[in-house]
């Protein structure tokens, strides 16, 4: 009689191949995941609000008039809110000249609506801050209009 149970001969081994093709998949699988998760961990957070600067000194500036569209004309006086940073009080032509190139042969009607006022200030604001910006340290932080007269 024949021997019907099957031998270990009969079932096939897995080959070397496949054994190192297997343990490759599971070692790659691992070092993704690893690193993914370090990464995920431990990445640099870049939503950290930088501190708003301590006020200094309010520095008067002379008032300018500034040629408008149409013959009209603005009378702009500024005050510059400086940085405890700032040390001496900075020079305001800077701010001066922003100010004239931001409102020059601007229409009157235009800046005559609050709302297109504070947006104007706003943008000179951010050019005077970037302005007397040095080494990332802020010497003005804030611009207050004084006068503000069209004619």
Do not use: C, W
């Not at 950290?48 to 600067?53: G, Y």
């Not at 940085?83 to 409102?103: F, N, Q, R, V």
């Amino acid at each position: 009689m024949a021997n019907t149970d099957k031998t270990t001969e009969d079932t096939p081994k897995p080959s070397g191949k496949k054994k190192l093709v297997m343990i490759l998949a599971i070692a790659l699988a691992a070092l993704i995941g690893g690193g993914a998760g370090g990464y995920f961990m431990f990445r640099p957070t870049t939503t950290k609000a930088e501190p708003e600067p301590e006020p200094g000194a309010v520095i008067v500036l002379d008032a300018i008039t500034i040629n408008l569209t149409g013959g009209h004309y603005l009378k702009l006086k500024l005050s510059l809110q400086a940085t405890a940073d700032a040390g001496e009080a900075p020079d305001g032509s800077k701010a001066l000249d922003i100010a004239i190139g931001l409102y020059s042969n601007r229409d009157m009607a235009e800046l005559m609506s609050n709302g297109e006022r504070e947006r104007s200030k706003e943008e000179l604001k951010e050019k005077i801050v970037k302005a007397y910006t040095e080494k990332k340290t802020k010497l003005i932080m804030d611009v207050y209009f004084t006068t503000f007269v069209i004619q």
